[in-house]
């Protein structure tokens, strides 16, 4: 059974930073592309950053690039997000989340995903 469980959200001021991390079992990183999406009230699901199971190679969406960095552990079952020069439009729920293909998972096809962690940024 595929687990995935974030944690590291919180309440940080506009142009601090957080860490996010996922934790997963019943799969490796191997066998699927893993990454974030965000939700915000009222507001899309966004595929914000991934990982590719092909070739490692990673996606940024342009709300997050240059800010944002998505790394993994080695044994590849801890995911994480660190977030740097946050912004109130950054606050949503993050979620950790597993697809068949990064195309999959930036079109917001996502197999599995966890309870989420709230991030939220203050003015």
């Known amino acids: 059974e595929v687990q995935l469980v974030e944690s590291g959200g919180g309440l940080v001021q506009a142009g601090g930073s957080l860490r996010l991390s996922c934790a997963a079992s019943g799969f490796t990183f191997d066998d699927y592309a893993i990454g974030w999406f965000r939700q915000a009230p009222g507001k899309e699901r966004e595929a914000i950053s991934c990982?590719?199971?092909?070739?490692?190679?990673?996606y940024y969406a342009d709300s997050v690039k240059g800010r944002f960095t998505i790394s993994s552990d080695n044994a590849k079952i801890t995911l994480y997000l660190q977030m740097n020069s946050l912004k109130p439009e950054d606050t949503a729920g993050y979620y950790c989340a597993a697809a068949d293909s990064d195309y999959a998972f930036k079109h917001g096809a996502f197999g599995s995903w966890g309870q989420g962690t709230q991030v939220t940024v203050s003015s």
């Open positions: 990982i590719s199971s092909s070739d490692g190679s990673t």
